[in-house]
Nanobody
Framework: QVQLVESGGGSVQAGGSLRLSCAAS????????MGWFRQVPGKEREFVAA????????YYADSVKGRFTISRTNAKNTLYLQMNSLQPEDTAVYYC????????????????????WGQGTQVTVSS
């Protein structure tokens, strides 16, 4: 059974930084493109960033480009999201996920192309 466990969320002031981690088990981590999504109450889950199974290619939502960096360590089955220059609009629950198909890298931003999902970690940015 696949398990994705996020950590590293918290409360920061605008302009601050946080680093999220996602520990994966139950899947061959090095075969999957991994991603981060976020969601606020009443809104659909929103794509944030994704990284190819090799770690060599990444893509980002325009809203976070230049501020967030996604990375992975395949030897540790761990995904990361370094978030800098955080703004109040970044406040959300952040979810770790994998693309549904191994060795897939379609640069999809649709949540339906990803799964399973972690339980999420709350990020709150105050002004």
């Amino acid at each position: 059974q696949v398990q994705l466990v996020e950590s590293g969320g918290g409360s920061v002031q605008a302009g601050g930084s946080l680093r999220l981690s996602c520990a994966a088990s139950g899947l061959t981590f090095s075969k999957y493109t991994m991603g981060w999504f976020r969601q606020v109450p009443g809104k659909e889950r929103e794509f944030v960033a994704a990284i190819k199974w090799t770690g060599g290619s990444t893509y980002y939502a325009d809203s976070v480009k230049g501020r967030f960096t996604i990375s992975r360590t395949n030897a540790k089955n761990t995904l990361y999201l370094q978030m800098n220059s955080l703004q109040p609009e970044d406040t959300a629950v952040y979810y770790c996920t994998s693309q549904r198909v191994s060795f897939g890298y379609s640069q999809s931003t649709r949540s339906s192309d990803f799964g399973p999902w972690g339980q999420g970690t709350q990020v709150t940015v105050s002004s």
